[in-house]
């Protein structure tokens, strides 16, 4: 069954620096999106991305972070200056007729 | 506003017994409910969708607008059903889909 992947599995990063976290959807998939979920709450959406652009992004999405598809494979999630309560758990997902989520990377800003 | 609630945050039945996992939703429109769930270290996984109307490793869930309500059931409870349990709303039925998500309920399945 075809996956969504996620790279790294596990980020630490000091707060001010830039982090990217990596997804590959699956192939056939046309929207993708990443979610975070901060320790003991719920899942949140970030960004929906869709023909190469982003098509509805929610609140916590500020200038911070930036998202890209560069070679039509790849799905990454930049965040420019972290902040300690940037970490979370971020998740990718892909849809096409259903969603797909990646495993996570687990985001700890110090 | 779309929201999605889970009032229990943890729930444990035995072995055996019936499990219902609830869910209410706030949405004006028509929205499409999902049932995810997340086995410990794992990823999030579609256990149900409304609009399928089928039954995933002994689960059902029925929505009822009147009720704005998604609850998950299983009749007899089985140790491997401890997961997280995420009850999800899109307000599309196609498209972009943004999934809007409860708190989670923890569900132990004791021996």
């Known amino acids: 069954e075809p996956e969504v992947t996620q790279t790294p599995s596990h980020q630490v990063t000091q707060m001010g620096q830039e982090v990217i976290l990596r997804c590959v959807p699956i192939?056939?998939?046309?929207?993708f999106y990443w979610y975070r979920q901060i320790l003991g709450q719920k899942v949140e959406f970030l960004v929906s991305?869709?023909?190469?652009?982003?098509?509805?992004k929610s609140e916590i999405f500020d200038d911070q972070f930036s998202v890209e598809r560069p070679d039509g494979s790849n799905f990454t999630l930049k965040i420019r200056s972290t902040k300690l309560e940037d970490s979370a758990m971020y998740f990718c997902?892909?849809?096409?007729?259903?969603?797909?989520f990646g495993s996570g990377t687990r985001l700890t800003v110090v | 506003a779309q929201r999605v609630t889970q009032p229990e945050k943890l729930l444990s039945v035995f072995k055996g017994a019936p499990v219902e996992l609830k869910c209410n939703y706030s949405y004006s429109g028509s929205p499409e409910l999902f049932w995810y769930v997340q086995y410990s270290r794992q990823r999030l996984q579609l256990l149900l969708r409304?609009?399928s109307r089928e039954s995933i490793k002994g689960f059902t869930a029925d929505l009822n607008k009147g009720e704005t309500s998604f609850h998950l059931k299983k009749p007899f409870a089985q140790e491997e059903d401890s997961a997280m349990y995420y009850c999800?709303?899109?307000?599309?039925?196609?498209?972009?889909?943004?999934?809007?998500f409860g708190q989670g309920t923890r569900l132990t399945i004791n021996p």
């Open positions: 997902a892909s849809n096409w007729y259903g969603y797909t």
């Open positions: 991305f869709y023909n190469n652009e982003i098509s509805e």
């Open positions: 999800a709303l899109s307000g599309e039925i196609q498209g972009a889909q943004k999934l809007v």
């Open positions: 192939s056939n998939h046309l929207y």
């Open positions: 409304h609009i």
